[in-house]
């Protein structure tokens, strides 16, 4: 049973109402996408506001001003959540903006366009940690309940834009082809100046490596954990309680091993398995 209360239901996706409106999911299907935008797309809990960290000043030669004076909302919006059309409209161009939406959900203008799109997948297993502390601290969402309680809703598609495994595939268009990049979560970690190398190649920019080491220095767990602007303190507790769980939580990968009994982990692996049958989709996770 989806809470009314508490969740929108659109095209079958369980949505936060706190977030989404009418207006603003139609301003997301009627939105003008300009060939210059550069969108990072997630699954929740999946990199989301490291991305608002990193394509700022990856976009404009390298300066951090933006990231240090405008909340990471305002900054890098959301394309279907409620400031969108206050926020979009006037955001100087080249844009970047994220979203959560699987593909086929995107405005119709966005196929039509030369947009690119840098989609970010983590490790479903951390990202369904993640999020379950996630709902534990955001009093928009309802209680998480156990964890095991909240694995079933996970792998049954009934929590924030369905199913990880729906999602991910929906990414795998053949129509974007070379107007999509594909990173993961767990290279930035290993490597992230690597990784924005290969980001600053697939849009066609340039940064000189002092300017390339500031960006990464400036977006280290560590360092955005300090950034007010990056670490949701800014948002009041009755709505993001950081008193039971940080935003910026653990920031590492491995961390499901601290929650999965290995039942669990043997039927979470086998639901993922057999949905991503047959999909050519490979990740480093995979065997784990
Ligand atoms: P954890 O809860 O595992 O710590 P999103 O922004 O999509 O909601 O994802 C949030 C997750 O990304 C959280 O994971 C958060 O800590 C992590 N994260 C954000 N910035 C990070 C960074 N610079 N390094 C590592 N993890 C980061």
Redesign the pocket.
């Known amino acids: 049973m989806v809470d009314n209360n508490l969740y929108r239901l659109y095209h079958g996706l369980m949505l936060p109402k706190i977030a989404h409106t009418d207006e603003s999911l139609n301003y997301l299907q009627n939105f003008q996408v300009k060939d210059d935008d550069t969108f990072a797309v ?12 990193i394509l700022p000043p990856l976009l404009n030669g390298g300066d951090l001003t933006s990231v240090q004076t405008i909340p990471n909302w305002d900054r890098v919006p959301w394309l279907e959540e409620t400031q969108a059309p206050v926020l979009l409209d006037k955001l100087p161009s080249p844009r970047a903006i994220v979203s959560h939406m699987p593909c086929h959900l995107m405005p119709s203008s966005f196929f039509n366009s030369k947009a690119k799109v840098i989609y ?1 997948a ?1 490790n479903p297993k ?1 990202v369904l ?2 999020s379950f ?2 709902h534990k601290m955001a009093n928009f969402l309802e209680d998480p309940g156990t964890f095991e309680e909240f694995t079933d809703k996970f792998l049954s598609g009934k929590v924030l834009f369905g199913k990880w495994t729906d999602h991910v595939k929906s990414w795998r268009n053949p129509e974007l082809a070379d107007r999509i990049l594909y990173i993961t ?1 767990e290279e ?2 290993q490597d ?1 100046r690597e990784v924005l190398g290969r980001i600053l190649n697939f849009l066609g920019r340039e940064l000189s490596a002092d300017a390339l080491d500031r960006v990464v220095n400036n ?3 560590k ?2 954990k300090t950034n007010t602007m ?1 670490n949701y303190s800014l948002v009041p507790d009755v709505v993001l309680d950081q008193k039971k ?8 990968a491995g ?1 499901w091993k601290n929650h999965f009994s290995p039942e669990l982990n043997a039927k979470f692996t086998s639901v993922i398995q057999e949905e991503m049958k047959g999909s050519n989709i490979k990740f480093s996770w995979d065997n784990e």
């Open positions: 997630t699954y929740p809990k999946s990199g989301t506001t490291w991305m608002q960290e970010v983590r951390d940690v993640s502390y996630f979560y930035m970690l992230l977006s280290t767990f360092n955005m990056s769980s940080n935003f910026l939580r653990k920031g590492i961390d």
